[in-house]
Every structure is written in C-alpha cells, then in structure tokens.
C-alpha cells in the first residue's frame, strides 16, 4: 500500500485502487474510494478543513460525549459530540495485513493516537481525566473498519460514549432504506426525545430523522449486521463489535438549510448518517482498564 502523510492529511491507497483520506484533526475520515473510484462517504463542500471547526461529513469521531453534554455529568462543560473530532491526533504507523496473516497488499490498518497530554489546556480543565485512545481505520477492497481503543492511564475511573457519526454517500434519500432495525426500540429526536419501538423491516425516509435505536441483540448475543438499499438493491452493510446502538440522521430541507458548513443546500438528499456507538447509556472505565469497539462498512454496489 502506499501511504501518505502531508500536511496533517493521510491518504492511503491499495494496488486495487482502494483509497482512504484521513484529518489528524479529528482522526476523521474525509474520503474513502472503492476500486471503481465511487466516493463512499459524503463530504460538504462547505466544510472547514482548516482546523477551526469539527469536520461536516466524513466520519467524525464521538468521544467521550455523544449529543449536548448534560449539564451534571463530568462531560457536562465539553463540546457537542465532545472534543475528539476537533484535536489533532498523531498518526502512530501503519500496518500492512501481511502480520494478520492476509497477502501483505491487500488491506492496511492506519492508527491515530490521542492522550489527555495532547489536549489544550482548556479541554483538559473541562475533562481532567489520563486517558489514551487509539483509533485504527483499516482499509480492504471494498470495506472500511473503524476501530477504538480506549485506555484509563489515570487514578480514577471515568465514564464516556463513542460514536462514528459515518455520512455514507447515498445516490437519492428517496430510495434509501435500511434494514435490521425491526422491532428495535429507539430515542426520537424528532419527536420529544420519546421511546418507539420500530415496526418495519426496511426503514425508508419521508423527512427529518434523528434517532438512537438500540436493536435487539441476535444469536448468541451478537451484534446484528445492518444493511443501507439503495432502489432496492444492497449498498452497505454495517457490522458492528461492541457498539449496541445506532443513530439514524438525516436533517432534511430545513434543518441543513440551518447548516452554515453544509453545501450543497439540496445535499440531504444524498446523504445518510448511520452511526454505531455505545450512546444510550455510559460506559465507566475504571483505572488501568481498557474497552475497545467499532464497526465495518462494506460498500456492495
Ligand atoms: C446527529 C445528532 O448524530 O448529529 C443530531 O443526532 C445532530 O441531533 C447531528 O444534529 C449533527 O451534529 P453536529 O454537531 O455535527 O452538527
């Protein structure tokens, strides 16, 4: 593979023609290419690539707090979405799959690192805890695995969520469904943040959606795949490990309008959020332990 690293932007790209493009500023994923050249995730053309605001599109980075912090947790002072998508991580290496047993050219596994030491001062007073993440974004022919790992190096324990709030391109909203979802129960932003309990097997969009489902766990307790249509056909699967639930976003008409960094205006259109994290209720770390979750998107198209 053939990695790159200029000016604080990554690009890794495999003899297939596979490609990834990852920000230290936020370890965010900005681009990520399939052989055929088709651009999987959706990026504004608006979006502050400078540095001076959270990335819009891509795959922002949710970490410790995923939403408006609530005001008497410890995140409590900390930014929406919390302060990983606006630091800059390091990049720690890569590491191409021959060491996990595959030809040595078919994928490559890219880590970021993030500590407390790295934060400015401000965020560090907001958040005063020793931590070390490592995010790892391996990339294959056709599929993209996000993967974090995060360490309490402090004397106390603490509590977070993660999230990767994945824009996936998608050709037109209007043809767009996703399936796995049945049954589960869900958050509705939209809908005084109250419970439902989805009914339908293939989950398509007539406007404004923002909810946390937290599925029903398959056989043996496992995670189940969910799946994106596109006019029917499989365009995305999204396998999970460790992340129990999934926010579903989309702004529509009136809220990107509202979006500064969100361009083009009738962009809503051609993009879905499916963002698996562990978001409906805390994760406490206690000193010197260590958690470690993420997920896969395969692009079937
Ligand atoms: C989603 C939230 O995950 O992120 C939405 O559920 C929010 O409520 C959206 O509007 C975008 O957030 P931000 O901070 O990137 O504008």
Redesign the pocket.
Known sequence: PNVDLTDNVLTARLPSGDSVTVYLYGAHVTSWKTSNGQEQLFLSKAAALDGSK?I?GGI?LVFPV??PPPKSHATGQLP??GFARNSYWEFLGKNSSESLGRKSDDSVKLDFGLSNSMLDDGTRKKWPYEFGLVYSVTLSKGKLECQMHVQNKGSESFEFHVLL?TYLAIKDISKTAVKGLKSSPYVD?VREAKTFTEESSSLSFEGET?R?YTPPTGQGNSLVPLVVTEGGQESFVVTRDSLPDV?V?N?WVD?IKG?GDFEPKDGWKRYL?I?PGTVSSWTKLEAGDAWEGGAAYESKL
């Open positions: 959270p819009r922002p995923f939403g929406q979405h709030h932003k923002d946390v926010t976003w702004g809220k979006m959020c963002e």
